[in-house]
């Protein structure tokens, strides 16, 4: 059975033109960038290649960017070390529907003696900018808000919103781990002081990311035990990933203009086909401002688990925000956020594509989808015939 | 991903007996929308009152599918009180085990079917009885519930109640009054609680002491105020006066003074120093802060 995946916000493959690159640093070119022997310093310049690789699709400096160990340390990273970078200011604002990187690094800074401020979102998931306006103060530390939501898609205003945080001198940070690759970004014409990103979201390995940081911007290192990454992060270069990441950086620059042609093609004709053939669904988030590859729907009164096990019985790759899925006993905290009843929440799926998708997959999915929801409305005890 | 044995997988992918039962004898009602799962019971006795059929509707995610299905394929052919006899776990070993988060799923069929049973005989309810006293409110279990799979199933943690009843599952406000039911019924059993749990000193620095003080206001005394909606804050530590400031709900609450004795300053007693004692800040009390639902 072949396998159709549409869950790349999860993580995606490698494109094959990265692992060419990287497959010669593991058994050949194993050397530390560090050591004072040639075999080990000619890696210096594969690190500043790819530096200069990733610097070139934010449009930022390569002397910007620290790589880092993926998405998650990013946000630790800088969440952490903008607080320790100002020790008199004690109030963090964030959002309700932050990925568990940030939210749950900010709820437990608040054991911390922190205020956190949470910002809501309306039912499509977006933001109101004057509640924001009026939180900032003069004890604002840091805000820290995401370009783009894994699980709708939805993207945020944050260029606008680092201006604001600019405009009242506190420290703007985004995790951006969604929509690098996916829409096109210039830092060097923006206010954002720090941004995260994620090699496995772009085509790259896994365990690599990076944290931008804007020339001038104050933060103290998170990792400490060595000079590398001008002692900003400390542990020696995953050079592997540094390099396999540079270069899926690289092609994401060459394929952005694909990524919101035909992914975006392809992601509508799944959506419009879905919402046409299925009674009962809805479309969660701001159908205006979202990721061109993320579509997230909700059928009523069925659950998600349910749905992609059967799925799943096709090859087909989706994932869910129901309780089931999620781990907890409770569905997704972002849909709660936007006010989707329960009743949506559980039975919510959401398909990420890719340029590696192709319009055959969609139709057959199309073709699959449909019966699938109609079997399992048939079980619930909440559709009456 | 689950890790589902192929006997579950079998009744979701093939559920059997699905549908309603006209006119049945007995109707079982259990779970919510809200909940993620529920489930619909209905079953038909034949002459000898024995269940000659049984079908269900299931809201829910595959094991409750199979857990559904399976359930009416055990019982059709018993009496009602063998019926009656059946446990959670029966069902459970009957697919070949569940994952243990999804243990809940057969507590809900083993509801469902004694809702069914109490319903043919006589209490006109379908609706499955809530008995006892609510522990969990997130998802409305009581402590007859929680007893009684702590009882089958040999439980002896929070978590383990969690995934077999989903009390605990939701705020965890209601955890520690867990532990002590768990306490209550294991005794000796329950293994030594692993948690880390500020240890008392005699001599502290003022650091060390300001400290102690953070932690066991994080560890012990703020999730317990989080259940209701509220929050508290560390002022200031002036020798052995410790300065508070309640937030949220706690801000408004009437029994805040109560709290502040019996909760708080009994915690940081017990935890930090007898010496100490606790004061409000109501100067910090008026100003606006965030704190979630």
């Known amino acids: 059975m072949t396998t159709i995946y549409f869950d790349n916000n999860a993580t995606t493959k490698v494109a094959e033109e990265v692992l060419e690159e990287i497959r010669p640093l593991f058994c050949d070119l194993y050397g530390n960038p560090s050591s004072m022997h040639t075999f080990g310093g000619q890696m210096g310049r594969r690190i500043r290649q790819a530096r200069e690789q990733v610097a070139a699709l934010l449009g930022c400096d390569p002397s910007e960017i620290i790589f880092t160990s993926g998405g998650t340390e990013s946000d630790n990273a800088a969440i952490k070390g903008t607080l320790a970078a100002a020790p008199n200011k004690r109030t963090i604002i964030t959002t309700r529907v932050e990925h568990p990187a940030v939210l749950t690094v900010c709820r437990d800074l608040e054991n911390h003696g922190y205020n956190v401020v949470e910002l809501g979102v309306d039912r499509q998931g977006r933001l109101d900018l004057t509640e924001l306006e009026d939180r900032l103060d003069d004890d604002t530390a840091l805000v820290t808000i995401m370009y783009a939501n894994n699980e709708t898609g939805v993207i945020l205003p944050v260029e606008r919103i680092a201006d604001l945080v600019a405009s009242k001198g506190a420290v703007f940070h985004t ?43 104050r933060l103290s290192p998170y990792m400490l035990g060595g000079h590398q990454e001008a002692g900003r992060r400390a542990g020696t270069e995953n050079v592997p990933g540094i390099v396999g990441l540079g270069k899926a950086c690289e092609l994401a620059a060459d394929n952005l203009e694909e990524e919101n042609s035909r992914v975006k093609f392809l992601r509508d004709k799944l959506e419009a086909a879905i919402l046409e053939k299925c009674p009962d669904c809805r479309l969660n988030g701001d159908p205006d401002h979202r990721l061109p590859n993320t579509c997230n729907i909700s059928f009523e009164y069925i659950e998600g688990e349910a749905i992609l096990l059967m799925l799943d019985k096709y090859g087909i790759c989706a994932s869910s925000g129901s309780a089931c899925t999620s781990g907890s006993l409770e569905p997704s905290h972002v849909l709660r956020a936007m006010g989707v009843p329960f009743t949506a929440a559980h039975g919510s799926i959401r398909f990420s594509l890719s340029r590696y998708n192709t319009e055959e997959e969609v139709d057959y999915t199309i073709k699959k989808l449909p019966p699938i929801i109609s079997r399992l409305r048939e079980l619930s005890p909440f559709v009456v015939k | 991903m689950w890790e589902y044995t192929d006997k579950v997988r079998d009744h979701f992918f093939n559920p059997r007996n699905v549908g309603e039962i006209e006119d049945p004898d007995g109707v079982g009602e259990v779970g919510s929308l809200a909940c993620g ?75 469902a079917l004694e809702a069914a049973i109490a319903n043919y005989r006589g209490a006109d309810k379908k609706k499955h009885e809530l008995e006892g006293n609510i522990v969990c409110t997130c998802f409305g279990v009581t402590d007859r519930e929680i007893e009684r799979v702590i009882r089958e199933n040999d439980l002896t943690s929070v978590e383990e109640v969690t995934n077999y009843c989903k009390a605990g599952g939701g705020c965890g406000g209601c955890q520690g009054e867990i532990e002590k039911i ?35 206001i994080n560890e012990q005394i703020r999730p317990a105020l989080r259940a209701h909606g509220g929050n508290i804050e560390l002022i200031d530590v002036e020798a052995d006066k410790v300065v508070v400031a309640f937030r949220g709900m706690c801000a408004q609450c009437r029994m805040a003074e109560l709290t502040m004795k019996e909760v708080v300053e009994a915690k940081l007693r017990e935890f930090v120093s007898q010496e100490l004692f606790v004061e409000e800040d109501k100067d910090s009390a008026d100003q606006q802060h965030n704190h979630r639902e």
């Not at chain 1, 830092?187 to 941004?195: A, N, Q």
């Not at chain 2, 055990?74 to 009957?94: F, H, Q």
């Not at chain 2, 209550?184 to 002491?209: C, F, H, M, Y």
């Open chain 2, 182 to 216: 768990i306490q209550k019924i294991q005794g000796d059993k329950v293994k030594e609680a692993a948690v880390s749990t500020p240890r008392r000193s005699g001599k502290l620095t003022n650091i060390q002491k300001i400290q102690l003080i953070q932690q066991t």
């Open chain 2, 37 to 111: 799962d529920a489930l619909k019971l209905t079953f038909k006795l034949d002459e000898n009152g024995r269940i000659k059929d049984a079908q269900f509707k299931t809201f829910g995610c595959a094991s409750a599918i199979a857990t559904s299905s399976v359930l009416t394929e055990m019982i059709k052919g018993l009496s009602l009180d063998e019926a009656a006899k059946v446990t959670n776990k029966d069902i459970a070993d009957y697919l070949g085990g569940l994952p243990e988060q999804k243990m809940h799923c057969s507590v809900m069929g083993r509801e």
């Open chain 1, 175 to 217: 995790d951006a781990v969604q929509a690098v690759g996916k829409i096109p970004l210039n830092l060097s014409k923006s206010s954002i002081d720090l941004l995260s990103l994620s090699g496995h979201k772009l085509h790259g390995p896994k365990g690599i990311g990076v944290l931008y940081v804007r020339k001038g911007t």
